[in-house]
């Protein structure tokens, strides 16, 4: 399952930019080790929980027009947002999830892209 989720570091990032708990998939700080999945039926079930949200529930989250393409030589995945006026954003990373996710970082960070506020 850990390719299919972003990595716990790229999870605490989300929170902090504001991802909405959207995952039924997390990480809990206060279990041991704090970087298990846990799979849960509502999301963000406690303070502690941290959303590892899969591809598809970060690709709802992205705006406008964006692409994404496999590496067979580089094992890599590259994803392009294409915003207006000739505006890109480019984001690269080993798995679809972390691309994405990166991309999304990028995209709030450029203010690009406003989330709401995820709940602490």
Do not use: C
Not at 54 to 69: H, K, N, R, Y
């Amino acid at each position: 399952m850990e390719r299919n989720v972003v990595s716990l570091e790229t999870a605490k990032k989300l929170k902090a930019a504001g991802f909405p708990r959207v995952s039924m998939w997390h990480y809990s700080e206060g279990m041991q080790p704090a970087d298990e999945l846990f799979f849960t039926q509502s999301s963000g079930s406690t303070q502690f929980d941290i959303a590892a949200p899969t591809a598809q529930e970060i690709a709802d989250q992205l705006p406008g027009f964006w692409s994404v393409m496999n590496s067979k030589v580089t094992s890599n995945y590259h994803a392009a947002y294409h915003g207006s006026g000739g505006d890109r954003v480019n984001a690269e990373a080993d798995t679809l999830a972390e691309v994405l996710a990166n991309l999304l970082l990028k995209l709030v960070e450029s203010g690009g892209l406003r989330l709401h506020k995820a709940h602490s």
